[in-house]
């Protein structure tokens, strides 16, 4: 335990060695990049205005959002009419998609526990 740690903070060491060097170059870098993107002033009043319009934007595009949302629910509304004369490819790929959906599931609960099966750390 005692190694992965020496480990662990030589690496951490080399990063930071990694970063002091280069990181200044990487970082003016991509500012110069990505320039169009940024608002003049940059102060916390810019900021501050641009979170809310991002808010007020997404609240106003809710309408739409729910127009779409109702469009899905009538066409599963019409596939659930007509449910006798479905084929059976389409079923098997209804099938392997939720069986997909379950599986990252899965995969996001093991990730967040920590890549263990159990929960238990040895």
């Given at each position: 335990m005692a190694?992965?740690?020496?480990?662990?903070?030589?690496?951490?060491c080399q990063a930071t060695q990694f970063l002091s060097?280069?990181?200044?170059?990487?970082?003016?870098?991509?500012?110069?990049?990505?320039?169009?993107?940024v608002q003049e002033?940059?102060?916390?009043?810019t900021c501050s205005r641009l979170s809310q319009q991002l808010f007020?934007?997404?609240l106003?595009?809710?309408?739409?959002?729910?127009?779409?949302?109702?469009?899905?629910?009538e066409q599963l509304k019409q596939v659930w009419k007509n449910r006798k004369e479905t084929k059976v490819e389409e079923v098997g790929?209804?099938?392997?998609?939720?069986?997909?959906?379950?599986?990252w599931f899965c995969a996001g609960e093991i990730?967040?526990?920590g890549f263990t099966i159990t929960g238990y750390k040895v």
């Open positions: 190694s992965m740690l020496r480990q662990l903070q030589s690496k951490a060097k280069h990181g200044e170059v990487y970082y003016k870098q991509m500012m110069e990049q990505n320039k169009q993107y002033p940059p102060t916390v009043e007020y934007t997404r106003a595009s809710l309408p739409s959002r729910r127009e779409a949302l109702l469009k899905e629910v790929v209804a099938a392997l998609f939720g069986l997909e959906c379950f599986a990730v967040g526990r």
